[in-house]
């Protein structure tokens, strides 16, 4: 008695059962995603436009720009480096209680609406560069890295420009800002 088809049969049959259970394997209902489809970064939605630098000799400069989200949810911009400086804050400008405006670093740090933009300029918000070690020559460059609340970073590169405007007070503690000053209350332009 022949047995080849029977034994073809079985070897078939048990070939299209295997194959079967690696296809349901590959369905299973509690497969995980895909690791490509991460949600992305705030950095991903940051762009800034009209972006420049104060020129300065020494002492405080200050970078400003047009901050702008492309999400859907707010983003915030919570510290900003720059070779060009070794100290930098994120600032806003306010009165104080006798009606003058004052530099202060903000609390909680830029917050980029959401499918909107955030404008830092002279007068207002701003990116603080202190304790420069060398001068800000109007037409050079200044690369900066800003961070946001999700830990991911974006940068970009600002010229460099003249301007002798906005010369608001800085408050803040002396002792962190390495420079040489005698008062809380020093006037800087920036």
């Keep these: ?8 049969a079985i070897r078939l049959g048990a070939l299209l059962a295997a194959s079967a259970l690696v296809l349901a394997g590959c369905a299973s209902p509690t497969a995980e995603p895909a690791a490509d489809t991460e949600t ?8 800034i436009s009209d972006a420049w630098v104060k020129a300065a000799e020494s002492g405080m400069s200050a970078a400003f720009g047009e901050l702008e989200n492309a999400s859907g949810e707010d983003i915030v911009v919570v510290a900003a480096s720059t070779d060009a400086s070794p100290m930098i804050e994120l600032h806003e400008t306010v009165a ?11 609390d909680g740090g830029f917050v980029v ?7 830092l ?6 990116i603080m560069l202190m304790g420069l070690e060398a001068p800000l020559v109007a037409g050079d460059e200044v690369s900066f890295t800003l961070t946001f609340a999700d830990d991911s970073t974006a ?13 608001e007070n800085y408050v803040g503690d002396d002792s962190e800002m390495d420079m040489d000053e005698s008062d809380d209350h020093s006037d800087h332009d920036h």
């Design 155 to 167: 940068e970009f590169t600002a010229p460099v420009k003249d301007y002798s405007g906005a010369n």
């Design 96 to 106: 104080d209680e006798a009606g003058e405006m004052v530099m202060q670093e903000i």
């Design 121 to 126: 300029e002279p007068g207002g918000s701003h």
């Design 113 to 119: 609406p959401a499918d909107g933009a955030y404008t």
């Design 40 to 47: 992305a970064t705030q950095a991903e939605a940051f762009s």
């Design 1 to 8: 008695m022949n047995n080849t088809p029977t034994r073809t």
